[in-house]
């Protein structure tokens, strides 16, 4: 049976290039700057500062307005601003409703909320009144009820919000998007996203513990699942042709968190937090997602990205691919010319060589959003699916609550997710 699987695999060791449609969700029209626009940044902690160095590389972003509780943040971001040779921006500080008077300002087309995540949701529900098109960083909201608060004031204003995931705009993530469009790994029935990171006490220094202590590890729930559910998101075409229905947490003891508290004399509550917690969501095309919080532990660093169809599985954490039609039962082959042959055309033609994959991957985030904003058009990740992201949390707070307890997540779209520019095509081909 010379099937399209094989097909697949012989292409790839013939390394004929497949020719793939340019895919505008994320952002290959980057290099257009004939249109400019005008941008605030609300909070200049280390995302606020890196976003704005990356927008002073475009020639088609005036930074007009910087704004941050803490003075010394708004100095840094002048700072930066004068050392790139830019028109100074004005700024704002001082008080935590200080981004009202840069929200007041006619001249901003577009702001970017970089402050801590408790208080995003009201700056932006201010930002969509002000009329504004809002770059949300992750995750947008805390609460069930904050997250009805956003879609609310969407639908009263009509403005738009972009969430700022950068991680589905790495090489590999984008490729494997490429894999999807073109249906390498046949039906696909399953996904698996974690947030693993080395909490070393050592070498964490009293700003990161304080932000560890009081963000992550404040409840025994996912509070971070933002690191690859939004790429899981685009990969499942959620609320496009289809939806998250249910989730489930369940969570682990926390034992490692006992061991730092005797080695470093710590008081950190291992009531509070298991060391992992394991979130599935069914989607309603019978889909599952697993969704591991490994922020508490000692596991290393990674993304643990996962992709499994009826043809084939891409892991990204042993960097393996293994199709279906493999002879060698027990063996994965590595997935590197599996990811050069479906690169993406944003990371092949304008990837540069002296920019970091990170920086990258934000320079592209960045351009999703500038495009969005330009045009005026739904982003490739919007409001409706911040608020179906940023339910997550809150969810899995009461599933753990309940020993577990399956929870059904609102439908934020009231329906219209079925019908939503239904296809695979038409979620990589809606926006900028
Ligand atoms: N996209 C990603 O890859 C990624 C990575 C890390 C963090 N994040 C998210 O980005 C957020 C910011 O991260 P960070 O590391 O820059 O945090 P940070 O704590 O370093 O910075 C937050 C800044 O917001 C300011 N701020 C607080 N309240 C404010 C208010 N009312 N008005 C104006 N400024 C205010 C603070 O003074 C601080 O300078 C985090 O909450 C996290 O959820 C995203």
Known sequence: MDSR????????????VLSLSPDMAFGSNFLNFSEKINIGIIGLGDQGLSMLSLLLNRKDVNVVALCDLNVARVELGVETLKNSGKKAALTFSGDKQSYLDLLS?????????????????GIAIDAFSAGKFVGM???????????????????QNGSQMMIMDDLMFRRDMMAAMNMLKENVFGDVFHFKCSYQRNQNIE??????????????????????????????????EMNRGNRFETLSTQVSKSAFLNQINKDYELHLNAESSGDVLTTVI???????IVIAYEGNNCSAQSIGIKIQG??????????????ESDAEIRKWESATAYLEKYDHENWKVFGQKDMVESHFMKHLTLDAFIQSAKGKIKPVLDVYDAATLGVIAPLSDLSVANDGAVQIFPDFTSGAWANANGTKENLRLQTV
Not at 138 to 155: Q, W
Not at 215 to 234: C, E, F, L, Q, T
Not at 310 to 323: A, E, H, K, V
Request: hydrophobic share 35%; aromatic share 6%.
């Open 5 to 16: 699987r094989n097909f697949v695999k012989k292409g790839v060791l013939l390394g004929s």
């Open 105 to 121: 300002l006619k001249e901003v087309d577009a702001v970017i909320i970089a402050t801590p995540h408790q208080t995003r949701i």
């Open 137 to 155: 960083e992750v995750p947008a909201a805390t609460s069930v009820e904050e997250c009805f608060d956003l879609i609310k004031a969407h639908e």
């Open 203 to 236: 070498s964490c220094d009293q700003h990161n513990l304080n932000n560890w202590v009081t963000n992550r590890h404040s409840k025994n729930a996912d509070v971070y699942p933002s690191s690859g559910i939004a790429a899981m998101a685009a990969f499942s």
């Open 282 to 288: 069914k989607t309603a095309n019978d889909q599952s």
């Open 310 to 323: 009826s043809l084939g599985t891409w892991d990204r954490q042993n960097q393996s691919i293994r199709f």
